[in-house]
């Protein structure tokens, strides 16, 4: 329990939000040791009366804690057994937390890999509801986020314009359940895209490439802008599976 790093507060929060900030530190700080194998499912979990002296933290902060992580599917509760960790197969891979503490460890290409086949399912058919679905302010939306990836001349820059046209192509496909993606899109992105650059041999994606798929959603070609979007993260998927010495992919 002692190896665990413990948050920079010296006190037990006395209002609500730093009892949410406290909680937010908990949940963070066991996370990355749940993931990073701090903890495991073959040793004990520390109890509620250890977490609250490692933490300077109350009771129901810490219960708090345990009841999101337990949500996320990294612990479980157990009667007279305490509460124990679960193994990989039962995280939510889909929870944003859970996704960026993985990629946070030693990075596994595979990862990357399954990652990018999600994206080939879901964002072609984004951006084809997002010629076909969205309004102005929308389509505004995914111009301004090209206008900063030819604008932008640093590398950070230039990250945040190519994951906020991603974003808003699944903001303007009006489709509720693929705009919950969003949040796992914005986490992944900040980690695969370095890479598939790096394997590229260039600083930044391709403004170019990114503002074809612009073109033919503002054009409402909805054919066009999926098969567009599907080029442009099938390449990224190639770049990955030829880093891992994976075969080509249909």
Known sequence: ???????????????????????????????????????????????????????????????????????KGLLFARKRAGTVVQPEESWNLLDPDVLRWMLERDFSIDLMIDFTEIRMAIEPRAAMLAAQTSNGKQRRAIIDAIDRMFAAERGEDALEADIGFHIAVLEASNNRFLRQFTDLIDTTLRFSIRRTNEYKGVPRASARDHQKVAEAIAAGDARLAGARMHDLIRDALDLLLAAGKQPPRP
Do not use: W
């Not at 948050?7 to 993931?35: F, K, M, Y």
């Open 1 to 71: 329990m002692n190896d665990l790093p413990r948050p920079a507060i010296d006190h037990v929060p006395s209002t609500d939000d730093e009892g949410r900030n406290l909680t937010g530190s908990i949940v963070n700080d066991l996370g990355r040791a749940i993931v990073t194998q701090t903890y495991t499912s073959k040793q004990a979990f520390p109890t509620e009366a250890a977490l609250c002296q490692l933490y300077s933290a109350s009771r129901p902060v810490v219960r708090e804690a345990v009841k999101m992580l337990t949500a």
